[in-house]
């Protein structure tokens, strides 16, 4: 029974010896660690650490609807980051497009209506220097038998002419001084008729933003009729 008993000690001091070994050997490992530790890193309560920081951001505002990569994520040129959610911008897009469409639709209208007015002035001027012409014309044949008439008092003076050759004269000087004076009418009219298209003219054009206007055939400088002349030979 001695035999035993001096094994079983044996077999503890050797499990304690064994135990020991290995806690003195983990204080060994750890002071070791610790002692590496402090002789390869500083420690400090206000320690700054150098890095580069490059700022993003986007063209455009918008709410980021997606992100394509996580913190710390190397990325190389031209990968995508975020996306930014486009309905903002498309609703802004539609309505632009709907404006441009009206304006493009209002331009329209309006240079068809600038070459309607445009077509009638060009009408109208030509009617007034048509009217103007004929005016012109008429008051020179007024003229020549207004100073046919004239001859025709003198004669009358000298009993060389009859009154119902006087009578003849004298009607056709008071009928080409009327068609005289009814020509001249007529260029009032048309040149009024050009005013009123030139008007309608430069208010498409102003609408537009830009200026009409222009010249029309001038007022004709006629002459007034002679002073009434007399009934009969005397």
């Known amino acids: 029974s001695a035999a035993p008993t001096r094994s079983a000690h044996s077999g503890r001091r050797l499990m304690g010896f064994l135990v020991a070994s290995a806690m003195l050997a983990g204080l ?72 441009l469409s009206v304006s493009e639709s209002n331009r329209k209208s309006t240079e068809a209506a600038y070459n309607v007015m445009k ?12 009217s103007a012409a ?11 038998t207004g100073a046919d008439l004239r001859r025709a008092e003198a004669l009358c003076e000298q009993k060389v002419l009859s009154q119902q050759e006087y009578d003849q004269i004298r009607a056709a000087a008071l009928a080409a001084d009327a068609s005289a004076a009814a020509d001249q009418d007529q260029v009032k009219s048309d040149l009024s008729t050009v005013a009123a298209a030139r008007a309608q003219v430069d208010a ?29 030979c005397r």
Do not use: C
């Open 28 to 99: 060994f490992f750890s002071g070791l660690r610790y002692l590496v530790t402090v002789f390869t890193h500083e420690s400090t309560d206000d320690a700054f650490i150098e890095t580069s920081i490059v700022a993003v951001s986007p063209k455009v505002a918008g709410i980021v609807s997606a992100v394509h990569v996580k913190d710390n994520q190397w990325v190389n040129a031209g990968d995508p980051l975020l996306d930014i959610d486009p309905r903002d911008y498309e609703i802004t897009l539609e309505r632009r497009r709907a404006a």
């Open 119 to 130: 077509a009638k002035l060009a009408t109208a001027e030509a009617m007034a220097s048509q």
């Open 134 to 144: 004929e005016a012109a014309a008429s008051r020179a044949t007024a003229n020549k």
């Open 204 to 232: 498409v054009v102003a609408a537009s933003g830009g200026a009409a206007g222009g010249r029309g055939p001038a007022m004709l400088g006629l002459p007034p009729p002679p002073a009434a002349w007399p009934r009969r």
